[in-house]
């Protein structure tokens, strides 16, 4: 029994100093080296969090007031998860709305340049702005696609 005892004091006199002498994961850090990135859709998470607090207030009348609008259990202290929870749905269904008609404008820019030169010159004399008109395929996509998006 004491020999138990001798090679478990022996461990833990080898094995605490190391523990306490290795840096700290920084798991909280998703650019951090030893992490993966970020997950989809953490941007928004922490945008969404962030326009929270900011609704929230400071002062106890608007903390009152964000309470109510938001909080669902008994004492309404779950109010800025369920505001975190709704406005990042928003911010995520916006950013895909706004990738779909990026999207959609490119295959209609690219409908309306055609294949034959004619139609591509004429594509570049609508679009295009710099001095080749090289970027007359850009405009048009970023014309389409502020269109839909204020629709």
């Known amino acids: 029994m004491p020999r138990i005892l001798i090679v478990?004091?022996?461990?833990?006199?080898?094995a605490v100093p190391a523990a306490l002498a290795a840096p700290p994961a920084d798991k909280g850090k998703p650019d951090s080296p030893g992490n993966s990135a970020a997950a989809p859709?953490?941007?928004?998470?922490?945008?969404?969090?962030?326009?929270?607090?900011?609704?929230?207030g400071t002062t106890a009348e608007t903390i009152l007031a964000f309470k109510n609008k938001y909080g669902t259990n008994k004492n309404k202290?779950?109010?800025?998860?369920k505001c975190v929870s709704a406005t990042a749905k928003t911010l995520k269904t916006q950013?895909?709305?706004q990738q779909q008609a990026a999207q959609n404008a490119a295959k209609t820019c690219s409908a309306e340049r055609g294949t034959t030169?004619?139609?591509?010159?004429?594509?570049?004399?609508k679009y295009g702005t710099n001095k080749n008109k090289a970027n007359a395929f850009?405009?048009?996509?970023?014309q389409l696609a502020k269109a839909k998006s204020e629709s």
Do not use: H, M, P
């Open 117 to 125: 030169a004619d139609t591509i010159l004429a594509f570049k004399n």
């Open 138 to 142: 850009g405009k048009c996509v970023s």
């Open 77 to 81: 202290a779950n109010a800025l998860g």
């Open 95 to 97: 950013t895909t709305e």
């Open 41 to 56: 859709g953490q941007a928004a998470d922490k945008n969404a969090a962030k326009i929270c607090k900011a609704e929230r």
């Open 8 to 14: 478990i004091a022996a461990f833990l006199s080898l």
